[in-house]
C-alpha cells in the first residue's frame, strides 16, 4: 500500500463515513507507521498532511506512554481497551479513552474517545435545560409585573398633579423615578421580542467594533490581545445580538479584572462539535479569556441563570442575557474557569453560511 499523500487515503464512501464520526480513528502498520487518520484525529492531534508514512510516535508525541504496548498487542492480535489516558497535545491536556483493534494482516486501528467533550456535552445540556426553565419562569414574572407598573406610575402622576405642596412632589417623583428604573429591568429580562435579523456577517468586524467601544474608554491598566483566524467564513447572524452578547462577556471579563490585566479574545475553526443537542460538521469558537479571580465554585451551576451575580452590587443579567442571545442564533456560551484564568467561548455553527 502507498503510504504517501493524504491523510485520508482511503475510498472515499469510507472516508466520507469516518470523518463523519466524533469519534478519533487512527490506522497504524507493524512498525506504527501512520496509515490514515479520520478528521476527529487529525482535528485532535493536530496532524498536518505529511503524517501519512511517518513513525506515529514521531506526529503524535503525546503517545509516548502507550507506544512501547502496542507491538504486543500486535503480535497476540486481542482488542484491548486503556481508559482515562492524560495526553498533552499543544499545550492543553486531553483525558480520552483508547480502544486498539487489530486489523488484518498486521495493522492496528486505534479508537479515541475524548472524555472532556463527552462530559462537556452532558455538561451543556444539563445548563441549557436549566436556564430555560429558569427564562420561562422568568418571563412569565416579568409579565406579570410589567402590567401594575404602568397604573402605579399613572396613579403617582394624577396624585402629583393634586399636591401643592413642591415636598411632597418629591415623593411622587422617587415613586416614578423606581418604577421606571423597575420597568427597565423587566424590559431587559424580556430581551428582544422579535425575530433575528439575520444577514452576512464576518465575526471579526463585530468582535473589532465591540473592542474598539471599549478601547474609547481608556482604561489605562486593560490590555486587549487579539488572536483571530483569519480563513474563518461569514455567518448568517443578528448584528446587533451578537454585538451586544460580546460587549456583555468583555464587560463581565473587565468587572472580574476590576479592569486591571489583558482581555484575549481568539478565534478558531471546531469540526464535529455538538451544540444544543444538534452535531454540526463545523463551528465557529469565539474565545473572551480574562485574568481574573475565576468564577466561584458556589456559582458553577447557576452561572447563566438570571439574577445570579458573584459581585456586590451586580444584577446577574449580563451573562444570562449573552447566552439568550447567542442561543436565539443557534448558539451557546461555555466557559472554563480557574484562578487567573477565565474563558467564556462562543460556539456558532457555519451552517447556512454562504
Avoid at 79 to 100: F, K, N, P, Q, W
Avoid at 208 to 235: G, N, Q
Amino acid at each position: 500500500m502507498d503510504e504517501s499523500g493524504s491523510l485520508n487515503r482511503q475510498p472515499s464512501d469510507t472516508t466520507s463515513l469516518l470523518d463523519g464520526l466524533a469519534t478519533a480513528v487512527i490506522r497504524v502498520n507493524s512498525n506504527l507507521v501512520l496509515l490514515y487518520a479520520n478528521a476527529a484525529a487529525t482535528d485532535l492531534f493536530e496532524l498536518p498532511q505529511s503524517a501519512v508514512g511517518r513513525p506515529l510516535a514521531d506526529m503524535v508525541t503525546a503517545f509516548a506512554p502507550l507506544i512501547p504496548l502496542l507491538p504486543g498487542q500486535l503480535a497476540v492480535g486481542e482488542i484491548r481497551s486503556y481508559r482515562e489516558l492524560e495526553l498533552a497535545v499543544g499545550g492543553r491536556t486531553v483525558t480520552l479513552d483508547c480502544i486498539v483493534s487489530p486489523f488484518p494482516p498486521s495493522e492496528l486501528i486505534l479508537e479515541l474517545y475524548p472524555l472532556d467533550r463527552h462530559l462537556l456535552i452532558s455538561r451543556e445540556d444539563a445548563l441549557t435545560q436549566r436556564y430555560q426553565a429558569g427564562r420561562a419562569l422568568l418571563l412569565q414574572l416579568a409579565h406579570e409585573i410589567r402590567n401594575p407598573l404602568g397604573g402605579v406610575r399613572g396613579a403617582a402622576q394624577l396624585l402629583e398633579a393634586e399636591l401643592e405642596d413642591p415636598s411632597l412632589r418629591d415623593y411622587t417623583r422617587i415613586i416614578r423615578n423606581e418604577v421606571d428604573r423597575l420597568g427597565g429591568l423587566v424590559e431587559t429580562l424580556l430581551g428582544p421580542l422579535t425575530p433575528p435579523r439575520r444577514s452576512p456577517l464576518n465575526i471579526h468586524e463585530s468582535t473589532e467594533h465591540v473592542l474598539h467601544m471599549i478601547e474609547t474608554e481608556r482604561v489605562p491598566r486593560l490590555r486587549l490581545a487579539r488572536d483571530y483566524d483569519p480563513s474563518l467564513p461569514e455567518l448568517f447572524l443578528d448584528r446587533d445580538l451578537l454585538v451586544q452578547a460580546l460587549l456583555n462577556l468583555v464587560r463581565n471579563a473587565r468587572e472580574a479584572m476590576q479592569d486591571s490585566g489583558t482581555i484575549r479574545i481568539r478565534t478558531r475553526i471546531e469540526r464535529q462539535y455538538t451544540i444544543q443537542g444538534r452535531r454540526h460538521p463545523l463551528a465557529i469558537r469565539l474565545d473572551v479569556e480574562d485574568e481574573g479571580p475565576g468564577v466561584p465554585p458556589e456559582l458553577g451551576e447557576r452561572l447563566f441563570l438570571p439574577l445570579v451575580s458573584g459581585r456586590p452590587g451586580g444584577t446577574g443579567l449580563g451573562l444570562a442575557i449573552a447566552q439568550d442571545l447567542i442561543q436565539r442564533q443557534g448558539g451557546l456560551i461555555e466557559w472554563k474557569s480557574r484562578p487567573g484564568e477565565t474563558v467564556f467561548s462562543v460556539l456558532l455553527p457555519i451552517e447556512g453560511s454562504p
